[in-house]
């Protein structure tokens, strides 16, 4: 069976058409955390789009349309999510003039006397109706902005927005960009040609919001490493009380089918063997460090523990490929984010490809300094989460073909 992800891999990209004298309308995915001032706190999504924009500039595209999501506003436009909030930053990256348009009826007239290097940015397409519903009339309308559609938003790929899906059925030609491809080369050589053994670290909150992708995973890797809040489900599941923490009581079952599943495919599971507990999360007064097997009465876990980390790291630095998706613990409070933060060096000074997906992860690698060190860093939370599910993400679906 063909992977999905070499399914993806066979799109036409920039690289394979002309884009000299055409409109180009690129949707990238500007969709950044900004501070409460509108600060742009990690710019990296915008950082990441410039490689396409730039290849479109330096071979004399006509025009360059930016169409980008922020934020989910739900009724039209509302100031916190406008991309005039970008629109500096971007410049500055791309040190480059951008002419704001807030409507597709003047795009399209300013569009139509373009010349080399005019790139308009569009406002939120969120603030369009047709972009959340996809409708058809609005796709055509953007298709009809362009000669060439660039669909390089892979944090947006999962979602069948207007924008990201609807429009590639009536654009002429319909391509991915650099960060598309590249987030795809990097899943390839993760999953599809790795470097053995290949481990999985999985981590965050929820066993519900990743079981598809521990199963699906599971053929393809041989260590399965499960921190954070849900390695809770899991130590229930081998008959630990996990006192007052997080545990998915529906999701036992679950957890024991996935550890008699790894068991059958030959994947070794590693689990905390400690975690650091607190009285309270919110307001913790107490906080101890207990094996699993004595969390106290009332105590919740919030982070794996120093003996964890060790065995964890063990595990990593005899690893050849590892990909991580979520924290080991509640990694924005300083007092339990030690966990996530040494794994995270961890992987980084180990000779392995490493690849961190999902935006906690990737804010936590951050935050902990070493983002230079991994391998790669997708730009996409869900979308590389569904990527590793084994789905083909909607955003490739309808583009050209090589
Ligand atoms: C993201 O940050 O997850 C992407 O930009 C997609 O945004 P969405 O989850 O609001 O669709
Ligand atoms: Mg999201």
Redesign the pocket.
């Known amino acids: 069976m063909i992977s999905n992800i070499v399914t993806m891999g066979g799109v036409k990209s920039l690289r394979d058409i002309d884009v000299t004298g055409k409109k180009v309308l690129i949707r990238v995915?500007f969709?950044v955390p900004m501070d409460g001032q509108y600060n742009i706190s990690d710019d990296s999504r915008i950082r990441a789009a410039l490689p396409t924009i730039n290849y479109c500039i330096d071979h004399n595209a006509c025009s360059i349309t930016l169409v980008s999501?922020l934020g989910?506003p739900k009724n039209g436009y509302d100031e916190r999510f406008t991309l005039r909030h970008i629109q500096k930053r971007l410049e500055r990256l791309l040190e480059k003039k951008i002419e704001f348009i807030d409507n597709l009826e003047t795009l399209k007239v300013e569009n139509a006397h373009c010349s080399i290097e005019r790139i308009f940015l569009l406002e939120n397409i969120r603030f369009f109706e047709g972009e959340k519903k996809n409708d058809p009339a609005f796709c055509q309308q953007l298709a009809d902005l362009c000669d060439v559609y660039v669909n390089d938003a892979f944090?947006?790929s999962h979602?069948k927005d207007a924008s990201t899906y609807g429009i590639a059925d009536f654009a002429k030609i319909k391509v991915a960009g650099f960060l598309m491809m590249r987030e795809i080369e990097a899943f390839t050589k993760a999953l599809e040609k790795p470097i053995r053994p290949i481990a999985l670290v999985v981590g965050g909150s929820k066993v519900s919001s990743k079981i598809t992708l521990l199963t699906s995973v599971m053929p393809k890797i041989d260590k399965l490493i499960i921190g954070g809040a849900m390695s809770n489900t899991f130590l229930k599941a081998l008959g630990y009380d996990m006192k007052a923490s997080l545990v998915e009581d529906d999701f036992v079952e679950v957890a024991k089918e996935v550890l008699s599943e790894a068991k059958a495919k030959g994947v070794k599971i590693y689990l905390p063997v400690d975690v650091v507990a607190t009285d309270s999360i919110e307001h913790p007064v107490d906080i101890k460090i207990t094996p699993v097997q004595d969390v106290l009465e009332g105590f919740h876990a919030v982070d794996i523990g120093p003996a964890t980390l060790k065995l964890f790291s063990e595990a990593i630095e005899l690893s050849n490929t590892i990909i991580w998706n979520g924290p080991m613990g509640i990694y924005e409070m300083s007092q339990f984010s030690k966990g996530t933060f040494k794994l995270a060096s961890f992987i980084a000074e180990s000779y392995a490809f490493s690849i961190v997906g999902g935006?906690d992860t990737a804010d936590a690698v951050e935050k902990a300094g070493e983002k230079d060190k991994f391998s790669f860093i997708s730009t996409g939370?869900?979308a590389s989460l569904e990527l590793l599910e084994g789905k083909v993400l909607p955003g490739f679906e309808k583009l050209d073909r090589k």
């Open positions: 995915d969709n999501h989910q944090g947006t979602r935006g939370g869900g």
